[in-house]
C-alpha cells in the first residue's frame, strides 16, 4: 500500500484534446482544479502534448498555430504547479497519431526544435522535471525504436538533469483482436527496450486495453522488464472507461478501485487519464462529478 491515502498521485493533462470534449476553461477554473488534485494528494501533472498537428501550447516562434498568438498555457501551469509543490512533465511535439506512419527522421527534426524553443522559455522553472514522449504503442511497429529512443537521447542531451518517461499500452483484448499475451508482452518490450532503453527514466503502462482478470500478469510479466532494463515502473490507471462504448466516459467506481487494488501489488506510484475530464469535481460529466464524490469517501476516509 502506498503511504498517501489517495493511490492515484499524478496525471495527464490534455489540454491539446483529441478524443475527448474541451472543457474550454478559464485559467481560474484550471486553478482550481490544481486545487483539487492537490487535495487528493496529487504531486505530479504530465502534459500530454505540447505541439499536436496545427495545435500548441505556447507563443511558439516555429510552429504554426490556431490563432494569431496562442496563450502560454505551458507556462501558465509551470507556474501554477510550483505554487502548490508540483512536478510536470512536458509533453513534446507529436505529428499525428501514427507520426507520419513512423516518420522517426521527421520527428526528431521536429522535436529537436521544440526541444530548444521549450528549454529557452522554461528551462529556469522550478516545477519542469522532465519530458513525457507522446509516442503511444502496444507493440514493435512505427519505428518505435527508433523514435523513442532518438527522442530520449535527446532530451537527456539537451536536459541530463531531468526525466525522460512514457506511457505505452498493453495489447490486450479489449481494444485489439490481434492481442499479445502477458509473455509475449514481456518479451516484445524487453527488445524494444534493448535498443532504446538507457534514456528512459519511467514507464507507466495504460491499463484499459486490458480486461480486468488479465491486468496483474500483465504487470508481473513487464516488471520483470522494466527492472531489467532499469525502467522504474508506474501504473497509469484510466479513470474512463474503453470496453462499453466507443467514446470515453468516466469509469465505475468499482472498477477503479479494483485496478488500483492490483496495480499497488507491482508499481511504485499510480497516475491517471485523466483527472480534469474524469475525476474532478467541475468535470464536464456528471458522473466524474460522482466517481469524485465516491473515490474521496473511500480512500479519504482509510
Not at 80 to 102: H, P
Not at 127 to 150: C, D, Q, R, V
Not at 240 to 249: G, L
Request: proline fraction near 5%; glycine fraction near 4%; charge should be negative.
Amino acid at each position: 500500500m502506498f503511504k498517501n491515502p489517495y493511490p492515484i498521485t499524478g496525471t495527464f493533462i490534455d489540454e491539446i484534446t483529441y478524443d475527448i470534449p474541451a472543457s474550454n476553461w478559464t485559467n481560474e477554473q484550471w486553478a482550481a482544479d490544481l486545487d483539487y488534485m492537490k487535495a487528493v494528494g496529487m504531486d505530479t501533472l504530465i502534459i500530454m502534448r505540447g505541439v499536436f498537428y496545427d495545435k500548441c501550447l505556447y507563443p511558439s516562434k516555429i510552429f504554426p498555430t490556431l490563432k494569431e498568438e496562442n496563450e502560454d498555457f505551458m507556462g501558465f501551469i509551470l507556474q501554477e504547479a510550483e505554487k502548490r509543490n508540483m512536478q510536470v512533465y512536458l509533453g513534446m511535439y507529436i505529428s499525428n497519431l501514427t507520426w507520419n506512419a513512423g516518420d522517426f527522421l521527421g520527428e526528431m527534426k521536429q522535436n529537436k526544435l521544440y526541444i530548444e524553443e521549450v528549454m529557452a522559455r522554461y528551462k529556469d522553472m522550478p516545477a519542469f522535471k522532465g519530458w513525457y514522449i507522446p509516442h503511444e504503442t502496444g507493440s514493435n511497429i512505427y519505428n518505435i525504436k527508433e523514435t523513442m529512443g532518438g527522442l530520449a537521447a535527446m532530451c537527456k542531451d539537451a536536459a541530463p538533469d531531468k526525466v525522460v518517461f512514457i506511457s505505452p499500452f498493453f495489447r490486450g483484448v479489449n481494444t485489439y483482436p490481434d492481442s499479445m499475451t502477458p509473455e509475449l508482452t514481456a518479451e516484445v518490450w524487453n527488445n524494444i527496450w534493448k535498443d532504446c532503453g538507457k534514456d528512459i527514466d519511467i514507464c507507466a503502462f495504460q491499463d484499459g486495453t486490458t480486461q480486468l482478470c488479465d491486468y496483474d500478469k500483465y504487470l508481473t510479466e513487464i516488471k520483470k522488464v522494466t527492472d531489467a532494463h532499469n525502467i522504474r515502473l508506474w501504473a497509469n490507471v484510466e479513470t474512463f472507461e474503453r470496453d462499453v462504448r466507443c467514446m470515453y466516459f468516466p469509469i465505475p467506481f468499482d472498477i477503479l478501485r479494483r485496478k488500483i487494488q492490483i496495480a499497488e501489488r507491482h508499481v511504485e506510484k499510480c497516475i491517471t487519464f485523466e483527472f480534469s475530464h474524469f475525476l474532478s469535481p467541475q468535470s464536464i460529466f456528471p458522473s466524474a462529478r460522482n466517481l469524485h464524490t465516491l473515490y474521496c469517501n473511500y480512500y479519504g476516509k482509510k
